[in-house]
């Protein structure tokens, strides 16, 4: 059962950040054309649930929203606050919540 646990959130992982990745390739699509864009607050969203990673190097391949300082100090600042929460478990337990 534990193992499954840990390949699920491996998974789910992988998943959010290539949709925060893709999020970014396709708001920037559709700035290029003009057309409905994705919400400011979506691609937040999918960094803050765990698509942080994913979400900051689609700004940097895509070149989107890196004049915006928000996003560029944002995207990062919470890709750390995750990394400091999971070294937090780390630390007071010696693994995580579920051990991966």
Not at 17 to 24: E, K, P, Q, S, V
Not at 53 to 82: D, E
Request: contains cysteine; hydrophobic residues 55%; aromatic residues 12%.
């Amino acid at each position: 059962m534990e193992y499954i646990v840990k390949i699920i959130i491996i998974l789910y992982l992988i998943a959010i950040n290539l949709i925060g990745f893709c999020m970014m390739g396709v708001d920037k699509r559709k700035a290029r054309r003009g057309k409905w864009r994705v919400k400011e607050a979506s691609l937040f969203l999918a960094a803050v649930i765990g698509g942080s990673l994913g979400s900051w190097l689609g700004m940097y391949v895509f070149r989107h929203k890196t004049k915006h300082w928000y996003f560029v100090v944002g995207m990062p600042l919470i890709l750390v606050l995750q990394v400091i929460v999971v070294l937090f478990f780390i630390s007071r337990t010696g693994n995580l919540p579920v051990q991966i």
